[in-house]
């Protein structure tokens, strides 16, 4: 067996014995220097990342790196740098505004609470100028300012699309989608 075929079963049988890691994140984008996977006897010990096997195969030689990575069906790619601080800023915001509106909605069940005191001020003065840009947009259903309801869901559906399990942030930091 040539040498080529015996790199190309090498790979195949990583990506057999580790079908999920195909599509799993790629923890060290760009990386310089590539590992080699453990081997025995010049084969590789079945539980080796496929990414490894990869790097073990063009770091041997046996094949064209650039031919593997277009014939690739499966293209990783590095993260843009603004991706993970923006989700990390991101995330914390968006938790603390929801959080802000849903005290909203429970403290104007008490009308008779002073908002400019100590623990209703810090919920009440961040959140007064969204709550007046809605105000006279949105009718009060029933009687009731719902604002603060129209706020919490649009700050928990912006989370759900952009930091959730699927969201577009989250996917990009995965995937490089």
Not at 78 to 107: D, H, K, Y
Not at 152 to 164: H, V
């Amino acid at each position: 067996m040539n040498r080529a075929m015996s790199s190309l079963l090498v790979i195949s049988a990583a990506f057999v014995a580790t079908p999920c890691m195909g599509f799993a994140p790629m923890h060290n984008a760009g990386r310089m220097i590539a590992s080699v996977p453990p081997t025995l006897n010049n084969q590789v010990v079945l539980g080796a990342s496929p990414l490894d096997a990869m790097d073990f195969v063009t770091n041997s030689g046996a094949v064209d790196v650039d031919a593997l990575v277009a014939s690739s069906s499966v293209l990783l790619s590095e993260t843009e740098a603004w991706v993970q601080p923006l989700s990390m800023m991101l995330g914390p915001f968006l938790n603390f505004f929801s959080f802000a509106m849903l005290c909203r909605i429970v403290l104007s069940w008490y009308p008779t609470a002073n908002v400019n005191e100590v623990p209703f001020n810090l919920i009440v003065w961040p959140t007064e100028p969204l709550l007046r840009i809605l105000k006279g947009s949105v009718p009060p259903a029933f009687g009731v300012d719902i604002t603060p309801v129209v706020w919490l869901g649009l700050f928990s559906f912006m989370s759900e699309i952009l930091l959730g399990q699927q969201g577009l942030l989250t996917m990009k930091m995965k995937y490089g989608i």
